[in-house]
């Protein structure tokens, strides 16, 4: 098992393949790994840590538009021949990730046709919570979205809590961090999180679900219908609580 999803799903002679063209990269908080309408020259299948795929308007912050960890895979517009990226990326948890360049890539595809069927259904998927992601940014109330967003970092998360400071939450959501420190207030007073310091703990998951919009679970059910894969292992998300899994473009914004 390579602790990624979709390689995870991978028939075994493929995955081969992949794998000796394929480098362990490691991903380090901060770090910007793509940037918007900049050509991308690897696919990148996070093991552990996660990613923000974020969109660049005018002189706005980056708001974030998606998050990917071992459920998916970055760069996947490389299938389509296309090198340009539709949105920046930046390291949001530490972590380690295969690289595949986009040459790579395209000696796999003709001899690959689990790996093309997985990144044509991701890809698809990404699509549906981009749309799931642009209707909650409009139409739900910032703590709901902020119990989401939480609950999208803990899935991707090795464990229950990860960093994060409020600034950094209040630019990701396209929000003031006043209203941040607010909608995480009463989160907290709820006993549903726990934040000190930059780090954040999920202490009552089920009560964070319950908190937060439908598009989270809107977003899992997506992901499981839209990937196929067979019952028990298709869930984005962890519901062991294990590490992992949502979309992301989306999982996409919260």
Not at 43 to 65: C, N
Not at 152 to 163: C, I, S, T, V
Not at 178 to 193: D, K, R, S
Not at 194 to 204: A, E, I, N, P, Q
Request: aromatic content about 6%; some cysteine.
């Amino acid at each position: 098992m390579t602790a990624n999803q979709l390689l995870d799903h991978l028939p075994a002679a493929e995955l081969r393949r992949l794998l000796a063209q394929s480098i362990q990269v490691p991903l380090r908080s901060g770090q910007r790994l793509g940037t918007q309408d900049q050509p991308a020259r690897v696919l990148l299948f996070p093991l552990q840590g996660f990613l923000s795929l974020v969109t660049l308007m005018d002189a706005h912050p980056p708001l974030q538009v998606g998050m990917v960890g071992c459920e998916g895979v970055v760069g996947v517009q490389l299938l389509l021949g296309v090198a340009t990226s539709p949105v920046s990326v930046m390291v949001q948890e530490d972590g380690q990730a295969w690289s595949l360049t986009a040459a790579a890539l395209r000696s796999q595809l003709p001899d690959s046709p689990g790996l093309r069927r997985l990144l044509m259904r991701y890809l698809l998927v990404q699509l549906r919570l981009s749309a799931t992601a642009a209707a909650c940014l409009h139409f739900h109330a910032l703590q709901a979205r902020l119990a989401r967003w939480l609950l999208m970092g803990q899935d991707r998360a090795q464990g229950d809590g990860f960093a994060v400071t409020q600034e950094g939450m209040a630019h990701l959501l396209g929000v003031r961090r006043v209203g941040v420190t607010v909608a995480a207030g009463a989160l907290q007073e709820a006993g549903l999180i726990r934040y000190h310091r930059g780090w954040v703990t999920v202490s009552d998951r089920a009560g964070l679900e319950a908190a937060a919009c439908g598009c989270y679970a809107q977003d899992r059910a997506s992901y499981r219908a839209g990937m196929k894969f067979p019952p028990g292992n298709g869930a984005p998300h962890a519901d062991e609580h294990a590490p992992v899994a949502a979309f992301s473009a989306s999982h996409v914004i919260p």
